[in-house]
């Protein structure tokens, strides 16, 4: 009895320290992702909620951490600031710009990658080429695509769209098209709308696939129209597809910086957060009221994100 007993503690303590070795080796594996992860993500968005709280710029950035504190001061900045605020029907703030451009080409973008998957579902010869085609807008390099589209709109002779219309005698004078306020910012949406509908068209034809073809025959069989199985069958079917989209571009839309400093500079009523924070950081060199803008953005972020989180989650109770 006391060998069987000396033998299960020596088994146990061996048992104690293989878990041992097994929790070290994992945090030594796990260690270069954390460091990785702190140092690139949450030191940063910790950092700039700091910086957000105090006076900061030029002056004393070699002394950024004895940098005196404001408070709420930065924020009351950049609330009162007229690049900020609405300015009436034909002067929208900052805020509001952002608002109307992520919302409207998100769902532009999501009713053009709807439309393609639809189209690219269907057999027919160079289906695989056709879908290779659709997806060079997404992967093509942003700056490469936007300086084409700008000698595409450039207001000079030589700009594409300028020397059809004269051609055609639509027009008679070369037109700024980005440099037109109210134009320019549809400008930026449908080029935004036609880069990332690819990414909804992938995700969309995903789904579309996986639908069982059995329930569009038995729609046939009870005399369904096309138009009848894609609102009672393919949008029921995908529509946790379509809100999981929609959610994704809305919040990548919003933070989005390069599309539009690519296209406008933010001028000529395209200016939206993310480019407020860049001139705010380093053209105004007030790197506090530059953090207190990304964290208005972050903020009006979580709240969306917890609304829509909220209604999901009573849909799908209700469902």
Do not use: C
Request: glycine residues 6%; hydrophobic residues 55%.
């Amino acid at each position: 009895m006391a060998e069987t007993a000396s033998s299960k503690k020596r088994f146990w303590l061996l048992s104690k320290s293989m878990h041992a070795s097994e929790v070290r080796l994992a945090w030594l594996l796990i260690l270069p992702t954390a460091i990785i992860v702190f140092g690139l993500v949450l030191f940063p968005a910790i950092f700039s909620i700091w910086i957000s709280f105090h006076k900061i710029g030029l002056y004393n950035l070699n002394d950024v951490f004895h940098a005196p504190f404001i408070g709420f001061d930065n924020y009351k900045s950049v609330l009162n600031d007229f690049a900020f605020k609405w300015g009436g029907p034909k002067q929208w703030g900052a805020w509001v710009t952002t608002i109307f451009y992520s919302f409207v080409s998100t769902f532009i973008t999501l009713i053009g990658g709807l439309i393609a998957a639809i189209l690219l579902n269907r057999p027919f010869r160079g289906r695989g080429l056709a879908r290779s085609v659709f997806l060079f807008p997404y992967v093509a390099p942003v700056i490469s695509v936007a300086f084409v589209w700008r000698w595409l709109l450039d207001p000079r002779p030589s700009g594409v769209l300028n020397h059809i219309l004269i051609n055609l005698g639509i027009i008679e004078t070369q037109q700024a098209f980005l440099a037109t306020r109210g134009l320019a910012i549809w400008l930026v949406i449908i080029f935004q709308a036609w880069r990332y509908f690819p990414f909804a068209m992938l995700m969309i034809l995903a789904r579309l696939q996986a639908i069982d073809d059995t329930l569009y025959e038995a729609a046939a069989v009870d005399g369904a129209n096309s138009w009848q199985k894609f609102i009672s069958i393919t949008i029921p079917q995908i529509r946790y597809v379509l809100g999981a989209i929609f959610l994704l571009r809305l919040l990548w839309t919003f933070n989005k910086f390069d599309d539009i400093w690519l296209l406008t500079g933010g001028g000529y009523g395209t200016n939206v957060l993310p480019v407020l924070t860049y001139q705010f950081s380093f053209n105004m060199y007030d790197f506090g009221k530059g953090a207190a803008t990304a964290m208005i953005m972050m903020a009006a972020l979580v709240v969306f994100i917890i609304g829509y989180v909220l209604i999901i989650m009573r849909n799908s109770e209700e469902s």
